[in-house]
């Protein structure tokens, strides 16, 4: 797909991402322990990890430290899925007010032959001011996707001229200490995110 015809199709999805129940997915099976916006329970999901920001600068699981944090695996060339849930977590970080200076948006690409820091500089900005868009080396990206339970895989669409990514789609709480706290399932309104957030944070005032 051509790059610039690629930005307008994200930014048209991100103008209508409130109507996502429409949309085409696949998404993969929740880890066991967790429900739609529960809490983890007796899984062991997440960890450090070192990548590279959309400046070409380190990012590691210390610089979210102090912070909650969204995380979502998801590519730059997606059609539909990718830059609905961007839209659904910036849209939750508003609904959350003062409290959303509190919580950090993180993109994970889970295709790094395409995501380079470049790529995701052009395409972060589109969906929040303080999303941080993260890639690496393939084993880097795989490290960490299979450290959150993030399946992944390159396919071959005959509709597009350029392959697609199957994968899950879901978004990550990080409580302040890095610890994996919740999981959001694609499609989950703002509000209901938003409204685990809050609830977390006053019982852990």
């Not at 303080?130 to 509709?159: C, H, M, N, W």
């Not at 994968?167 to 995110?193: C, I, K, N, Q």
Request: aromatic share 10%; hydrophobic share 40%; with cysteine.
């Amino acid at each position: 797909m051509n790059r610039t015809l690629h930005i307008g199709v994200v930014l048209l999805v991100v103008a209508i991402f409130g109507f996502g129940a429409w949309l085409n997915l696949r998404q993969g099976e929740p880890a066991e322990g967790t429900s739609t916006t529960g809490m983890v329970v007796g899984v062991e999901i997440g960890g450090p990890f070192e990548l590279i920001d959309q400046t070409g600068a380190t990012f590691t699981d210390r610089d979210l430290a102090g912070d909650y944090a969204l995380i979502y695996f998801g590519y730059t060339y997606c059609p539909d899925v990718c830059p609905t849930e961007l839209g659904q977590i910036a849209a939750a970080i508003d609904e959350l007010g003062a409290d959303g200076a509190r919580v950090r948006p993180v993109m994970i690409t889970i295709d790094p032959e395409r995501d380079t820091p470049e790529v995701l500089a052009e395409y972060v900005p589109l969906f929040h001011e303080r999303l941080v868009g993260l890639t690496g080396t393939e084993a880097e990206i795989r490290s960490v996707a299979q450290a959150y339970r993030v399946l992944f895989r390159k396919f071959e669409d005959p509709s597009y001229t350029d392959y697609l990514m199957d994968h899950s789609s879901f978004v990550y709480l990080l409580a302040p200490d890095g610890g994996v706290v919740g999981m959001f399932r694609y499609g989950t309104a703002p509000e209901e995110m938003a409204a685990a957030i809050r609830q977390h944070m006053k019982a852990n005032s």
